[in-house]
């Protein structure tokens, strides 16, 4: 049963995934910029920005080249563009450490075992 939040959390992620991916059909071509020039350590060259790879409008960029229905249900706010890439197979799912129990199991009684 879906209520009032989980509509306006799917508005929301449809709203920030359909800017991005907006933005970035607006700025597909790099013409006429070099794209050698980046900070190399060893200068202050900052004339190109590095792309972004880990970026949620580098996710959706790639799930509109490669995956357009996984696209689709990003941009409808269905999906984030992050659990998108996992669908697409693109990125591998981190499974989480588990948090030690708290407190730590009573140490046990050896003493009538020995001897």
Known sequence: MRND???QV???RAGAAQKLDA???ANRSRQ???TDL???KQSDVHEVERPSGNSSAAFIRRLRKDRPDIHA???SGEITPHAGMIEAGFRRKVERRKKPSWPPPAPIDVSGLIG
């Open 73 to 75: 249900r990003v941009l």
């Open 32 to 34: 006429g910029q070099r």
């Open 5 to 7: 939040f989980d509509d």
């Open 10 to 12: 799917r508005a929301a």
């Open 23 to 25: 933005e970035d059909r």
């Open 38 to 40: 980046v900070y190399n």
